[in-house]
């Protein structure tokens, strides 16, 4: 472990500056600090209690200080990578398409949750007392609460379900869209009557709704999208491979651990699986299909 630590020390003790296309070589970003960014998908103290004991075991078996870093937007991802503040992320699928279009980002793991879920499908859903149903037609005029534009779920989703009834006025289809930057608040939004329609991650909406018995029933899913990879720990590609061998390393084995299981647990997992680039195509498709250029679309926030 210490010759582990020391190898971390030197390499993080290396500076210098590149450009996207040079070749890159290792260099110092934080002395002995590994910064993980997370995204905001639930309010703030449910993401820092669910990723803290994770920090604490990666620091612990990497020798390092990882730390958590809780973004604010779902848009900032990509100018924290290519800033090199941060020295990965877990990026949300459609997040990790647009990234991986225009930097070098390597995807290493993502939890599988209980249940054996490693992946999630966006879904449309509304209140049982709405009227609406799984008829488009019956959404029209009707305000809808949206995550953020760079979310398959919450945006790339409902956009492409309705190209593929064959409405392409998607802006002007509703009578008011609102982004409200998490998965539960767009539900919440839908349950409170702040919005008639909404679109979130599945596995968030089932969450939210085991929690809260008042929610579920209330509540009703009109669609479902294919399944796309979960939430998915990437790291910067000019990271030296000693660091990306160990850390995956780390992360595909730490179940066989006890204080693995614990942080493990915390997240609702059971285990890290192996994430691979090739799993993202569907949803380079779904891109295609509503003629997004995902290397120019925009991280912007429309709130």
């Known amino acids: 472990m210490k ?35 997370i995204l905001p998908e639930q309010n703030v103290f449910e993401q820092k ?14 020798g390092i200080n990882v730390k958590i870093k809780l973004l604010d ?37 993502r939890p599988v949750e209980t249940g054996e879920n490693s992946s999630y499908r966006g879904i449309i859903f509304t209140r049982k007392d709405s009227g609406l149903t799984v008829n488009v037609k019956t959404w029209k005029g009707k305000k809808i609460a949206l995550v953020h534009e760079v979310t398959t779920a919450g945006y790339i989703f409902p956009r492409w379900n309705l ?16 982004f409200t930057g998490s998965h539960d608040a767009a539900i919440l939004s839908v349950f409170k009557g702040q919005a008639d ?21 209330e509540m009703v899913v009109l669609a479902r999208s294919i399944a796309v990879p979960s939430n ?9 491979s000693n660091i990306k061998d160990s850390l995956k390393r780390v992360l595909l084995s730490m179940h066989n651990t006890h204080a693995g299981k614990n942080a493990l647990k915390v ?7 192996e994430t691979t ?20 679309y925009p991280f912007r926030d429309k709130r």
Not at 232 to 240: A, E, T, W
Request: neutral net charge; aromatic residues 12%; proline residues 3%.
């Open 3 to 37: 010759l582990l630590a020391g190898f971390f020390l030197l390499l993080f003790s290396c500076t210098g500056t590149t450009t996207e296309t040079d070749t890159v070589k290792p260099q110092k970003i934080r002395e002995n600090t590994f910064t993980i960014a």
């Open 49 to 62: 209690k669910r990723y803290k004991p994770l920090a604490e075991y990666l620091s612990d078996k990497l």
């Open 73 to 109: 937007s779902y848009g900032s991802i990509y100018d924290e990578i290519k800033n090199k503040t941060i020295d990965g992320a877990f990026f949300g699928s459609f997040n990790y398409v647009l990234t991986q279009a225009r930097t070098d980002i390597e995807p290493m793991a």
């Open 163 to 178: 190209r593929k009834h064959g409405i392409k006025n998607f802006e002007q289809y509703f009578g008011r869209i609102i």
């Open 197 to 217: 329609i909404g679109a979130a991650k599945d596995l968030i909406f089932e969450k939210l709704l085991s929690e809260n018995p008042a929610i579920k029933d």
């Open 232 to 240: 998915s720990l990437c790291v910067r590609g000019d990271l030296d």
């Open 267 to 273: 997240m609702n997992a059971l285990r890290f699986k």
């Open 277 to 296: 680039d090739s799993e993202f195509d569907a949803l380079k498709e779904m891109a295609k299909d509503l003629d997004i250029d995902i290397r120019t």
